[in-house]
């Protein structure tokens, strides 16, 4: 059973997370709500459309989805509800920005919102949270908290088990959070609630990979992951590879394959020129 206990909450869960796997691959394309024209996201459709029939979810802004994204689409959204500060400020000074009755409107499967714990707005980033459970817990909507770490806080498993455990306290009903060294102990620190690994910064795929695998033998769901999925050279051969260890769990070496072999429909392999005798 999900955590939680309203039908409603679990349904909506059980929308997010696969119940026959029990996993979760969740495609995170909401950075322009503090990036702007993030690299690969400049035309989102273009990017989200081919990458929609394998995620699980959509993690985007109420302005992308309907400025980009048709509503005939049917993935569960996991909306993103705050913001405030861009790249050129004081990242932690986030507010709601999205009225539950938005969220309500565009058939949210969930709402989420970043905690930077441990930074100058930390109150304001946990109150954020507290409104967010209180309301998703009225209609139920679940909530994703996600741990953010700003430009240079630590992302060991200390810090994130602290921030992953207050984002539970507070009532999340799940956890994003990064991949870090001990990553078992910053997933029992929070109980029954799943957890998905942040992507973070572009790597190669290989690592990219490993990472997710690693993140789900210590006990992640899965994974929400954006730019290792739309900045890589292959995007739906990334996603199918990370798909299939999420769901099929076949090994990272199977996965990588997958993502090499990958080829557009229609795409020639490229000839090689013969040698001239
Ligand atoms: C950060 O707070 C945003 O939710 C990002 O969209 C998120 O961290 C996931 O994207 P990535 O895998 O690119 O880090």
Redesign the pocket.
Known sequence: MFYGTDWGMQNRMSRIINPETGGCLML?V??GYFQGPTTGLRDLDKAVMPLLPYCDAL?ITRGALRAFIPPKMNKPIVL?VSGGPTVLNELSNEYITTAIEDAIRINAAAITC?VYIGSEFETQCVDNLAQLVNEGERYGIPVLA?T?VGRDMNRDARFLGLASRVCVEIGAHMIKTYYCEGFRSVVKACGNAPVVM???KKIPEREALQMAHNAVAAGAVGV?????IFQSDKPVGMIQAVRAMIHEKVSVEEAYKMYQSYRPAGAKKKSVPRKSK
Not at 224 to 228: I, L, P, Q, T, V
Request: hydrophobic share 40%.
């Open positions: 995170a909401d950075h993690m993103r970043s996600v953010a942040a992507g973070g929400d992951m954006g730019r290792n």
